[in-house]
Each structure stands twice: as structure tokens, then as C-alpha cells.
């Protein structure tokens, strides 16, 4: 039988004997503090693990340097934790489903009911049994810089995934309610493969013949419907980039259409252009118009 001896500087540190793990740790003690940001810069700021040798001999180390590597990893270790158990609560709704043999699922929701200006956006998305994207989570809970990166990972590693919109013509013919339903309609109905079960943020669509479970507040409860509103609020965000230039002056940009005092100011100097919705009351009171009459329970094209 032909042994193998693995050289002592290959062996886990804890596996070596007392004088050398000593050693070990003495010889990275004795570096000087540059070493220490590399470490850093590798361990932490790049985000690599942290072998269990460089780990033992950082703790034997007694300067504040060393320390402070081991409770940054420490911290890391914990989110990590607690995102993974996050993922674990948002996927509880898909889980059940993907056990009972149901595997495309697609979350569904809107972005843009409360504008002022510009169309309503709705997204549905299909993730394949297991998926977890960190950091996916309801898109008012996410700054703009986190939807926009995490925007194009979600339709990477989507089975399926469609956007869609219902315009200002349509929302002032049908209402921004059913508008919104219109533009939720058009992206399941755009998904391709096919959604089997549907996940949506507090609707439930009547028109649409699949099974669907309406939760409220669904974009914080389920990492499908929490994609979608990421998917749904990049989009009509883009829209409204584009249209700013398109329509100067009311700061489209900036606040994509949505009440806030900068816009209504706008709307009263410039008065209302193309985009605004005028079934909406402020824009109504800008323009000198009456209030509309109660809208019909269901619209008669519906």
C-alpha cells in the first residue's frame, strides 16, 4: 500500500500540530499592515470565503486590522443568513405550488396607477422551480440604482418574462382600474412558455382562465410578484425618460409622472400635454375641467 504525505504547508491549519498552526499564525501576524489590505480588499470588499487557514490566523492575530476582518465577515455571514431565510418566506406561495407539481408560476404586477402622466405598466414573471435572486424584493422598497441592476438579472434567469402597457387613451376611455387589469392581461398573455398558475399583487383577473391566487400586498410577500414589479416599474420609468424629451418642462424624469408639488407646478404653468391623463381630477382642475360622472361598474368593451 503506497501512502501519501501531504506537505505540512498543504494541511488545514487546524489539522497541523500546535507548533505550527503557532507558526502560521506568528508569520501572518509579522506582516506588515499593507498585507492586511490585501486581505481586506479580497476577503471582504471582493467578496470571496474565507479559507478556514487565513481565518485561524487572523483570530491569533492581535491587531485591530485583523479584527476588524474577521467582524466584517462576521456581519457578512449573518446577512447572508438572513437573506437566505428572506427568500425562504418570499417563495413560500411558489414553493407549495412547485411540490404539488405546478412549475410554471408566474408572479404579476403593475406599476403606475397613481400617476399623473404616461401609461400604466404590468409585468409577469416566470421563475423556474428553486430560483432565488438576493435582493429581489417589493420595487417601492428598492432605490432606483437597485431595480436597474437587478432588472436584467431577473429576465436572465426567468423561465419566462413580458411587459406590458395600457396607454393614456386607454386609461381615460376604461379607467386607470381596469387599465391597469388590461395591461396585466397583455403581459400573461405575452409570456412564452405558458404561466399554468398565476401569483397577483391584490387582483384577481377574471378574464384570464388559469388558476390564480390574489395576495395583498403580494410584491413583498412573493419573490415572483416582487420580480414582476421590478420588471413593471423599470419599464414605465424608461417610458418616461423617453417621453421627458418628447415633452419638456414638466420634469418626466425626475418624478415619472407622479403628483408630487414639482409636477403639479408644472402642470398649472404649462398646462396639460399629451400624455396626461385627463380622467385624473388634478389634471382636470388644471385644464378648467368639470369633475367626470361616477365611471360604469364595468367599462362595456370589458
Request: charged share 25%; net charge positive; hydrophobic share 45%.
Given at each position: 500500500?503506497?501512502?501519501?504525505?501531504?506537505?505540512?504547508?498543504?494541511?488545514?491549519?487546524?489539522?497541523?500540530?500546535?507548533?505550527?498552526?503557532?507558526?502560521?499564525?506568528?508569520?501572518?501576524?509579522?506582516?506588515?499592515?499593507?498585507?492586511?489590505?490585501?486581505?481586506?480588499?479580497?476577503?471582504?470588499?471582493?467578496?470571496?470565503?474565507?479559507?478556514?487557514?487565513?481565518?485561524?490566523?487572523?483570530?491569533?492575530?492581535?491587531?485591530?486590522?485583523a479584527r476588524a476582518i474577521l467582524e466584517a465577515i462576521a456581519r457578512?455571514?449573518?446577512?447572508?443568513?438572513?437573506?437566505?431565510?428572506?427568500?425562504?418566506?418570499?417563495?413560500?406561495?411558489?414553493?407549495?405550488?412547485?411540490?404539488?407539481?405546478?412549475?410554471?408560476?408566474?408572479?404579476?404586477?403593475?406599476?403606475?396607477?397613481?400617476?399623473?402622466?404616461?401609461?400604466?405598466?404590468?409585468?409577469?414573471?416566470?421563475?423556474?422551480?428553486?430560483?432565488?435572486?438576493?435582493?429581489?424584493?417589493?420595487?417601492?422598497?428598492?432605490?432606483?440604482?437597485?431595480?436597474?441592476?437587478?432588472?436584467?438579472?431577473?429576465?436572465?434567469?426567468?423561465?419566462?418574462?413580458?411587459?406590458?402597457?395600457?396607454?393614456?387613451?386607454?386609461?381615460?376611455?376604461?379607467?386607470?382600474?381596469?387599465?391597469?387589469?388590461?395591461?396585466?392581461?397583455?403581459?400573461?398573455?405575452?409570456?412564452?412558455?405558458?404561466?399554468?398558475h398565476l401569483l397577483i399583487d391584490g387582483r384577481k383577473l377574471r378574464?384570464?382562465?388559469?388558476?390564480?391566487?390574489?395576495?395583498?400586498?403580494?410584491?413583498?410577500?412573493?419573490?415572483?410578484?416582487?420580480?414582476?414589479?421590478?420588471?413593471?416599474?423599470?419599464?414605465?420609468?424608461?417610458?418616461?425618460?423617453?417621453?421627458?424629451?418628447?415633452?419638456?418642462?414638466?420634469?418626466?424624469?425626475?418624478?415619472?409622472?407622479?403628483?408630487?408639488?414639482?409636477?403639479?407646478?408644472?402642470?398649472?404653468?404649462?398646462?396639460?400635454?399629451?400624455?396626461?391623463?385627463?380622467?385624473?381630477?388634478?389634471?382636470?382642475?388644471?385644464?378648467?375641467?368639470?369633475?367626470?360622472?361616477?365611471?360604469?361598474?364595468?367599462?362595456?368593451?370589458?
Amino acid at each position: 500500500m503506497t501512502r501519501r504525505t501531504i506537505p505540512l504547508a498543504s494541511r488545514p491549519l487546524a489539522s497541523r500540530p500546535l507548533a505550527s498552526r503557532r507558526l502560521a499564525s506568528r508569520r501572518l501576524a509579522s506582516l506588515p499592515p499593507a498585507s492586511l489590505l490585501e486581505l481586506r480588499a479580497r476577503y471582504v470588499d471582493g467578496g470571496r470565503p474565507l479559507p478556514a487557514t487565513v481565518e485561524a490566523a487572523l483570530a491569533a492575530d492581535p491587531r485591530a486590522g485583523a479584527r476588524a476582518i474577521l467582524e466584517a465577515i462576521a456581519r457578512r455571514r449573518r446577512d447572508n443568513r438572513a437573506e437566505g431565510q428572506r427568500l425562504r418566506t418570499m417563495l413560500r406561495f411558489e414553493t407549495t405550488l412547485w411540490d404539488g407539481g405546478i412549475t410554471r408560476i408566474a408572479g404579476v404586477d403593475e406599476a403606475g396607477m397613481s400617476p399623473l402622466a404616461g401609461p400604466v405598466a404590468a409585468a409577469a414573471v416566470i421563475f423556474a422551480p428553486g430560483t432565488r435572486i438576493a435582493e429581489v424584493d417589493d420595487s417601492k422598497r428598492l432605490d432606483a440604482e437597485t431595480r436597474e441592476r437587478l432588472a436584467p438579472i431577473i429576465k436572465q434567469r426567468a423561465v419566462a418574462w413580458a411587459v406590458a402597457f395600457a396607454e393614456v387613451e386607454e386609461i381615460d376611455r376604461i379607467n386607470i382600474y381596469w387599465a391597469g387589469l388590461a395591461a396585466m392581461r397583455r403581459a400573461i398573455e405575452a409570456l412564452a412558455p405558458a404561466a399554468e398558475h398565476l401569483l397577483i399583487d391584490g387582483r384577481k383577473l377574471r378574464d384570464v382562465a388559469l388558476p390564480q391566487q390574489r395576495i395583498v400586498g403580494g410584491d413583498a410577500k412573493s419573490l415572483s410578484i416582487a420580480a414582476a414589479s421590478i420588471l413593471a416599474k423599470t419599464a414605465r420609468d424608461a417610458r418616461m425618460r423617453a417621453l421627458d424629451a418628447e415633452f419638456p418642462g414638466y420634469g418626466f424624469a425626475r418624478h415619472k409622472g407622479y403628483p408630487v408639488q414639482a409636477h403639479a407646478s408644472a402642470l398649472v404653468k404649462l398646462g396639460a400635454c399629451p400624455i396626461h391623463r385627463r380622467s385624473f381630477a388634478l389634471v382636470r382642475e388644471a385644464l378648467g375641467l368639470p369633475p367626470l360622472p361616477p365611471w360604469p361598474e364595468v367599462p362595456p368593451e370589458l
